[in-house]
T-cell receptor, first 111, second 114 residues
Framework: DGGITQSPKYLFRKEGQNVTLSCEQN?????MYWYRQDPGQGLRLIYY???????QKGDIAEGYSVSREKKESFPLTVTSAQKNPTAFYLC??????????FGEGSRLTVL | AQSVTQLDSQVPVFEEAPVELRCNYS??????LFWYVQYPNQGLQLLLK??????LVKGINGFEAEFNKSQTSFHLRKPSVHISDTAEYFC????????????FGQGTTLQVKP
């Protein structure tokens, strides 16, 4: 099936640890995005990448890092510098018509 | 720049009643418009989209939306809702040149009551 695959679905982290969320797509889309979602809030853009080997900060990039070494993959690292990392994280890729295709999300909880 | 306003944060409605979720946008250029649905602990799923042509757009699960350029609105409607329609709904806009980012509204929680 074509789509976006995020893993893990649930992740627990101790304070001070870095964690990496995986995002893979087989839709052959150039652009990929990471969003953060908190209860009762909308989507906030963390990072995005328009093409391989290039990415830009979104609205809340502090404490996060990304890489885009392959078209299919856009992993997100939540670093220890992120003060409040507990959230639901969504990855997406963009089609030529502008619509986004989303993964199922990863829920990160800091213990 | 584009912006999106979803006028209601929560919409309670009884099962089998009609519903309208309101979305207004602002843009100085032509746009594409989208509605997404999100069920608890899941990603967003595309309900419908307006790219061009007929202003009445039909989507999945019996939803439809009407693009009104003069009122800069893209309201989502369903004539009869089910319990299973309970979810978060997001309106989104992007320039029709497909440059830039998709801009999301803050979301509307649809609560369908038995």
């Amino acid at each position: 099936d074509g789509g976006i695959t995020q893993s893990p679905k649930y992740l627990f982290r101790k304070e001070g640890q870095n964690v990496t969320l995986s995002c893979e797509q087989n839709l052959n889309h150039d652009a990929m995005y990471w969003y953060r979602q908190d209860p009762g809030q909308g989507l906030r853009l963390i990072y995005y990448s328009q093409i391989v080997n290039d990415f830009q900060k979104g609205d809340i990039a502090e404490g996060y890092s990304v890489s885009r070494e392959k078209k299919e993959s856009f992993p997100l690292t939540v670093t220890s510098a992120q003060k409040n990392p507990t959230a639901f994280y969504l990855c997406a890729s963009k089609a030529n018509t502008g619509e986004l295709f989303f993964g199922e999300g990863s829920r990160l909880t800091v213990l | 720049a584009q912006s999106v306003t979803q006028l209601d944060s929560q919409v309670p409605v009884f099962e089998e009643a009609p519903v309208e979720l309101r979305c207004n946008y602002s843009s100085s250029v032509s746009v594409y418009l989208f509605w997404y649905v999100q069920y608890p602990n899941q990603g967003l799923q595309l309900l419908l989209k307006y790219l061009s042509g007929s202003t009445l757009v039909k989507g999945i699960n019996g939803f439809e939306a009407e693009f009104n350029k003069s009122q800069t609105s893209f309201h989502l409607r369903k004539p009869s809702v089910h319990i299973s329609d309970t979810a978060e709904y997001f309106c989104a806009v992007i320039r029709s040149s497909n440059t830039g980012k998709l801009i999301f509204g803050q979301g509307t929680t649809l609560q369908v009551k038995p």
